[in-house]
């Protein structure tokens, strides 16, 4: 099983950028699918996800900036973010958690930096 984020660099405040996460190795449709970040200091965080009917759902700090999509093509999971500010430095994380059981898996993570 693999999960392996791409995408992620230096920007300054007010740009873009887009996460991708490649899955292989296991049923999307047998998995919950999530972005998590972390940032210094800080615990890991949900940022966004789809729920079990396939809504995306993505947390209040990034509403509006955010979006996460899914490409069942090339069974990826991706992360749009604009407007990007200083406080959404992180590494940012790919997850999936089994729906019919505990099973999850992480990616490495992808650091996004954000400069003022």
């Known amino acids: 099983v693999r999960l392996v984020e791409s995408g992620g660099g230096l920007v300054q405040a007010g740009e873009s950028l887009t996460l991708s996460c490649a899955i292989s190795?296991?049923?999307?449709?047998?998995?919950?699918l999530y972005w998590y970040r972390q940032a210094p200091g800080k615990r890991r965080e949900m940022v966004a996800r789809?729920?079990?009917?396939?809504?995306?759902h993505v947390i209040d700090a990034v509403k509006g900036r955010f979006a996460i999509s899914r490409d069942d093509t090339q069974n990826t999971i991706s992360l749009q973010m604009n407007s990007l500010k200083p406080e959404d430095t992180a590494v940012y994380y790919c997850y999936a958690l089994g729906i019919h059981s505990t099973t999850d898996y992480w990616g490495q993570g992808t650091q996004v930096t954000v400069s003022p």
């Open positions: 190795g296991i049923s999307r449709s047998d998995y919950y």
């Open positions: 789809f729920f079990a009917d396939g809504t995306p």
